[in-house]
């Protein structure tokens, strides 16, 4: 199985402030299509994950443009540009590039 | 508008069945494309794929739940079903379906069905 494994934010991070997020991959989550297969969620509190990018770099329909994924093959980052309040929770990163499928253990946001 | 809901019996007893349903408006599993997956989260803990089903009844499995698992659908009625068999508390946790679309996104989730396995 491909381990996502996720860093941890130096919380609480304050209002206005960049936060990166970092996952790394045991397997290149490169396709033979070069597409690389890998989400990002968040996850407020009490409420679904919500799909933020996927293919490492593509947002989702309706998500904030402060929202960036990027990366390698293995290692990868996502960057959120002056956080708000609403950003608050737990980010997920996913990979889809083989089964089973799995998700990284989470990245908790705090906003000051 | 794209929606899910899953549905399941809530409680039940170690060594049981668990049957949940999800049921979604706003797209069809007969899509090119289109797939539905269950997902489930133990209460403050992270996310566990479990199994996908897709347009053409491919199916696909977590390995880690050693054949527990049996994914379905009902295109007709847009329903996808799990059932995971001989249930213990490990089992308990909220129960997620997602769709899945253009190659492993899951751009859309259910609001969660809880489920404790207690005796």
């Known amino acids: 199985d491909i381990v996502m494994t996720q860093g941890v934010l130096p919380n609480p991070v304050p209002s206005g402030e960049s936060a990166s997020i970092t996952c790394r991959s045991s397997?290149?989550?490169?396709?033979?299509?070069?597409?690389?297969?890998l989400n990002w969620f968040l996850q407020r509190p009490g409420q679904s994950p919500q799909l933020l990018t996927y293919?490492?770099?593509t947002r989702a329909s309706g998500v904030s443009d402060r929202f960036s994924g990027s990366g390698s093959g293995t290692y990868f980052t996502l960057k959120i540009s002056r956080v708000r309040a609403e950003d608050a929770g737990v980010y997920y990163c996913?990979?889809?590039?083989?089964?089973?499928?799995?998700f990284g253990s989470g990245t908790k946001l705090e906003i000051k | 508008q794209v929606t899910l809901k899953e549905s399941g019996p809530g409680i039940l007893q170690p060594s049981q069945t668990l049957s949940l349903t999800c049921t979604f408006s706003g797209f069809s599993l007969s899509t090119y494309g289109m797939g539905v997956g269950w997902i489930r989260q133990p209460s403050g803990k992270g996310l566990e794929w479990l199994a996908n089903i897709w347009w053409d009844d491919d199916k696909y499995y977590n390995p880690s739940l050693k054949n527990r698992l049996t994914i379905s659908k009902d295109t007709s009625n847009n329903q996808a079903f799990l059932k995971i068999t001989n249930v213990d508390t490990a089992d308990t946790a909220t129960y997620y379906c997602?769709?899945?679309?253009?190659?492993?996104?899951?751009?859309?989730w259910g609001q969660g069905a809880s489920v404790t396995v207690s005796s």
């Open positions: 397997k290149s989550l490169v396709y033979k299509d070069g597409k690389t297969y």
């Open positions: 293919w490492m770099s």
């Open positions: 996913q990979q889809v590039r083989e089964y089973p499928l799995t």
């Open positions: 997602a769709r899945i679309e253009a190659l492993g996104v899951m751009d859309a």
